[in-house]
């Protein structure tokens, strides 16, 4: 089989299952490998790019998924007239932007850099599938340690941590401090 066909096959079972699927899922299930499927998804991409066209590859960490182009959202929109979703609170907001920057922490972690309780923030974000534990921390009481999803990356559009910006310095921040501990 060819990767240009391998390609199509993938695009049609990504349309199909409408969310994201691992690589080693469709190697495994289209019994080719990894690096098969990661070439098949390299042509996709690139022949979804070239052609302009309406849906394109996302990757999110070691997941593929077919999604709308995100220059066509106004016309999607305005077409479906979409439900407004509901927003993370501002709570939650900031109690994501610490646990995305300083994977993997703690709820007492949190709450230090926040200055206030967030234990409806953490089990808001565990519940919406954008943070999870990853762990326990080797210190008295073993405190649950918190990192991001899979989910989180998709949500917002990213292919890794790596790819989160830059923490911004605040202007009364003195020289030479994090923000963030």
């Known amino acids: 089989m060819t990767i240009e066909t391998l390609g199509h096959i993938i695009e049609a079972i990504l349309f199909v299952t409408g969310e994201a699927v691992e690589i080693q899922a469709l190697s495994k299930g289209l019994e080719t490998t990894e690096l098969d499927v990661i070439q098949a998804l390299d042509y996709l991409t690139e022949d979804m790019d070239r052609n302009n066209r309406g849906v394109c590859i996302k990757r999110f960490g ?3 998924q077919l999604t709308t182009r995100a220059e066509w959202a106004p016309y999607i929109e305005k077409m479906l007239q979409p439900v407004q979703k509901q927003s993370l609170s501002q709570a939650a907001l900031e109690t994501l932007s610490i646990v995305a920057y300083k994977q993997p922490v703690t709820k007492l972690e949190v709450e230090a850099i926040r200055g206030v309780k ?6 808001s974000l565990v519940s919406k599938d954008l943070i999870e534990e990853v762990g326990r921390k080797e210190t008295l009481g073993r405190p649950i340690l918190y ?11 990213l292919g890794s941590i790596a790819d989160l910006p830059e923490r ?4 009364d921040t003195p020289e030479g401090e994090d923000l963030v501990p």
């Open 62 to 64: 070691s997941q593929a």
């Open 147 to 157: 990192g991001t999803t899979e989910h989180f990356l998709s949500h917002f559009g």
């Open 168 to 171: 911004p310095e605040a202007e």
């Open 118 to 123: 967030c234990d409806y923030s953490i089990q």
